[in-house]
């Protein structure tokens, strides 16, 4: 079983409509949770974190925590052309060296 | 505030070559680690330094993959012998912490074809 699992679409969406990333995780102890986009050919670049159950908005971002249920999600509100890239779920335990564990990736297309 | 730099940032090397990339962090970050990405997976941890000692190298392959940062500044990774399957981009990070945030960023990678 994989740590971090994301579907790797690609979830094409058309523009202004919410795009909706998933991510599951299979580690208990895991406390803090990322969320990256990667555009093609770019570096990483981290757009939310999240540590507790709940929602965790940013603009028109929204991550979403369920820790009993392993699971958490990106919402994009209003999405744009612009939002079109790889996005990537990040997992980390508590303590210790602080590595973070990466999911393959979500690739969304956003049309307008 | 200057980003993470790396280089070069593409490198074209035959199977059984050697290669070294490099890496500065970002002034004052004391965590850095280096990261293999294959095409369409997410990055996969080689090393964690956090200073000039080293934290996790546990995925790290030993026998042909070493990497140093002697100042606990900068920092190396090398490859030798190179093989087909390290074709990948080699991303350092450096970490951020504090004012409640905890932050990785990205050097843009470099970018190595083997053949």
């Known amino acids: 079983q994989k740590e971090v699992e994301q579907n790797s679409g690609p979830l094409s969406v058309p523009e202004g409509a919410i795009a909706s990333l998933n991510c599951t995780y299979s580690d208990r102890v895991s406390q803090s949770f990322f969320w990256y986009r990667q555009y093609s050919g770019k570096s990483p670049e981290l757009i939310m974190s999240i540590y507790s159950n709940g929602d965790k908005e940013d603009g028109r971002f929204t991550a979403q925590l369920n820790k009993a249920s392993q699971y958490v999600s990106l919402l994009i509100r209003d999405s744009q052309p612009s939002d079109s890239a790889t996005y990537l779920c990040?997992?980390?335990?508590?303590?210790?060296?602080?590595?973070?564990?990466f999911g393959r990736g979500t690739s969304l297309i956003v049309h307008p | 505030e200057a980003g993470v730099a790396q280089s070069p940032r593409y490198k074209i090397i035959e199977k059984r070559q050697s290669v070294a990339f490099w890496c500065n962090p970002i002034?004052?970050?004391?965590?850095l680690y280096w990261y293999q990405q294959i095409l369409g997976q997410g990055p996969k941890l080689l090393i964690q330094f956090q200073n000039n000692g080293v934290v996790d190298d546990s995925q790290l392959p030993k026998d042909r993959f070493s990497a140093e940062r002697l100042k606990g500044v900068d920092s190396t990774l090398k490859i030798q012998p190179a093989k087909l399957e390290d074709s990948a981009v080699y991303l350092c990070?450096?970490?951020?912490?504090?004012?409640?945030?905890?932050?990785?960023?990205f050097g843009p990678g470099t970018r190595l074809t083997v053949l």
């Open positions: 002034s004052g970050h004391a965590t």
């Open positions: 990070a450096s970490r951020s912490v504090g004012g409640g945030t905890d932050t990785q960023y």
């Open positions: 990040a997992v980390r335990r508590s303590g210790g060296s602080y590595i973070p564990t």
